[in-house]
């Protein structure tokens, strides 16, 4: 079954940009990568998905290695609002499992 | 267009009880699906149900269980609760469902405490 790892937490400075890695080594061929982020007392936001091209969007983009085994997202100069949790998460067409869920990664971005 | 909705924000309920948690999803999305979230598990999948059919599920025993209304509005139930149900649980609407090509709408969640 596809597995997703993320690392627990990385701190970033205001206005800089910000890379969070997704670990994805056993994706399958139809398998989409969707990245959503959750502040406390909130549900998963969207952010951004795709399936094998880089993907832009005016929150961030999505780059996707050429063999699909990882995934970064990228948000170009970061703000306080977008300290969360944010989540890298495969739509598995496959398997035993239709949604796997990394751990998430807890950004903190410091003023 | 009003978001995602989940009705009751909080429950508390003691062991062995059952309980219900209601979500309204976005006008015109006919999928809703469902979600588990604990600080040890994290987000788990609990299944989705497209126009009123359950289409997928995840692994959860049968004592969680849904369904769907023909407005779309979805039901969760939980019976014979265990202190290990307390959780946020989240729901969340999409238009294609779970294809993979279509975004989710998250509700803010219920939160259930077991007592």
């Known amino acids: 079954d596809a597995k997703t790892t993320q690392p627990n937490s990385m701190e970033s400075n205001e206005e800089e940009p910000v890379h969070l890695p997704c670990n994805h080594s056993?994706?399958?061929?139809?398998?989409?990568i969707h990245w959503y982020r959750q502040l406390p007392s909130q549900g998963p936001e969207y952010v951004i998905h795709?399936?094998?091209s880089n993907v832009n969007n005016r929150m961030a983009s999505l780059a996707i290695a050429e063999d699909r085994k990882s995934s970064t997202l990228i948000l170009h100069r970061a703000t306080l609002r977008d300290a969360a949790v944010y989540y890298c998460?495969?739509?598995?067409?496959?398997?035993?499992?239709?949604?796997?869920f990394g751990k998430g990664t807890k950004l903190t971005v410091n003023p | 267009k009003a978001g995602v909705t989940q009705t009751p924000r909080y429950l508390i309920k003691t062991r062995g009880q059952q309980v219900t948690l209601s979500c309204s999803p976005i006008?015109?999305?006919?999928?809703v699906s469902w979600y588990q979230q604990t600080p040890g598990q994290g987000l788990q999948f609990l299944f989705e149900?497209?126009?009123?059919?359950?289409?997928n599920k995840g692994n959860f025993p049968g004592r969680f269980s849904g369904r769907q209304f023909s407005n779309s509005r979805s039901e969760m139930n939980v019976s014979t609760l265990e202190l290990g149900d307390s959780a946020l649980y989240l729901c969340?609407?999409?238009?294609?469902?779970?294809?993979?090509?279509?975004?989710?709408?998250f509700g803010n969640g219920t939160r259930l405490t077991v007592t």
């Open positions: 006008s015109g999305h006919r999928s």
């Open positions: 969340a609407s999409s238009f294609r469902g779970l294809s993979g090509n279509s975004p989710l709408h």
């Open positions: 998460i495969l739509y598995s067409q496959g398997g035993s499992e239709k949604l796997v």
């Open positions: 795709g399936l094998t």
């Open positions: 149900y497209f126009s009123e059919t359950q289409r």
């Open positions: 056993t994706i399958s061929g139809t398998d989409y």
